[in-house]
Structure formats: C-alpha cells, structure tokens
Nanobody
C-alpha cells in the first residue's frame, strides 16, 4: 500500500521557520514530488515541486526566496524548508506524487498519491 506521510507542521510566529517532511512508503517514487497547500475557503494551490534527480525545482511566486524543496531518494523523503513565514502561509500542506511523471506540474489532478496533510499556522 502506497503511503505519503507528512510531518513537521505546527504553530510559528511570523518571520519564523518550519521544515516539513514527507516520507513515502509502499513504492520507490522515481518521479517528481510536490507540495501543495490549502487554506480555509480557498482552492488547493501549488507551492513547490522537485524532479526525480533533484536538479529541477519549481516554486510558486508567493514562496520564491523563502521556501526550499529538497529530497533524499535513499530515504524516499521530500522536504520543504520554510523561512520568513507569513500569516498568509497558514494552510494545510500536502505532499503529492504522480504515478510516473518525472517533472513537477502545478495541477493537482496530475498527482495520483497524496498525504493526509499537516497544518501550518503562522501567527502575526
């Protein structure tokens, strides 16, 4: 059974940092891995994505320069380092993986596997 399990969310003050992790089990993801987020009353949106080899990364404009995505394929884990957090970053953050695609896309329907989400709350 394929599972993606996120961890590392929590409550932090504006300007602070958090590091999210997403551990995959049940198969080796030789594919892109991506983070999405969803705030209350809003659509799920792309945050950051990384290619299988890690050589290609992509970020939403709203997080460029503040967030960094990385992966450790030996551990089947992807990370999201979030710095200079803002209240508007408050959301449930989801890890997602496609079945076969090697490059990240911004479209949620392109992803076949999803984690359960981890809450990130940034206070002002």
């Amino acid at each position: 059974q394929v599972q993606l399990v996120e961890s590392g969310g929590g409550l932090v003050q504006a300007g602070g940092s958090l590091k999210l992790s997403c551990a995959a089990s049940g198969r080796t993801f030789s594919t892109a891995m991506t983070w999405f987020r969803q705030a209350p009353g809003k659509e799920r949106e792309f945050v950051a994505g990384i290619s299988w080899g890690g050589g290609i990364t992509d970020y939403a404009d709203s997080v460029k320069g503040r967030f960094t995505i990385s992966r450790d394929n030996a551990k089947n884990t992807v990370y999201l380092q979030m710095n200079s957090l803002k209240p508007e970053d408050t959301a449930v953050y989801y890890c997602a993986a496609p079945a076969t695609r090697g490059l990240p896309t911004h479209s949620a329907p392109d992803y076949d596997y999803w984690g359960q989400g981890t809450q990130v709350t940034v206070s002002s």
